[in-house]
């Protein structure tokens, strides 16, 4: 399988980051290829919602930004993973904006999602749960996972070994 992960955190070596690098590890042990976006780091516009991609452009979006990398790797992968820490019990502002941009291509080809997530505090998930799992309903994806790793267990070995084992499983 082709593996998209879009990492909305803002740090190359943060929380969010050890989660992602553990389950890439297990899953190229399994033979998949992933590729990841650190998307904080890119310019990724917010989506105008002007709709030129729906009337003129064919699903190809107006703006000409680093969202082109994404688009070509979204036009082939086969699970996308939404990876985040909890920034005032949302994604963080470039994810959103990332997923926003789906908006141009409208449903990824992609039949498989997963969910990873990293917090200071319990708690407080269930927003980004509704909507990770509203947008699986949407894009008729099947939902593989969803880890939601907290405070002092960020980075823990016993949590990079469970996100390994989920890259390995799949
Ligand atoms: C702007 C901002 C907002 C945050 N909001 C929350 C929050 O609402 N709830 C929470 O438990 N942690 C919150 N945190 C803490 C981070 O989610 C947590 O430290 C996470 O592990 C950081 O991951 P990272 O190293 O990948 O950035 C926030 C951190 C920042 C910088």
Not at 144 to 149: D, F, L, P, T
């Amino acid at each position: 399988m082709k593996i998209l992960i879009l990492n909305g955190s803002p740090h190359p070596n943060g929380n969010t980051k050890a989660l992602t690098e553990a389950f890439t590890k297990g899953a190229e042990s399994a033979g998949h290829e992933v590729v990841e976006f650190m998307v904080g780091s890119m310019n990724i516009k917010p989506c105008l919602g002007c709709d030129w991609c729906h009337t003129k452009g064919e699903g190809k979006c107006i703006q000409k930004d680093d969202m082109e990398k994404i688009y070509e790797v979204l036009d082939v992968a086969d699970m996308i993973v939404f990876a985040s820490p909890v920034h005032y019990l949302g994604f963080t502002g470039p994810l959103q904006t990332t997923l926003a941009r789906f908006h141009a291509p409208f449903k990824p080809k992609a039949a498989k999602n997963a969910l990873i997530l990293s917090s200071n505090s319990p708690n407080v998930f269930a927003a980004i749960e509704t909507l990770y799992k509203g947008n699986v309903g949407f894009f008729g994806a099947e939902d593989m996972g969803i880890k939601e790793v907290v405070g002092a267990d960020n980075k823990s070995e016993t949590v990079l070994k469970d996100l390994e084992a989920f890259g390995a499983s799949l």
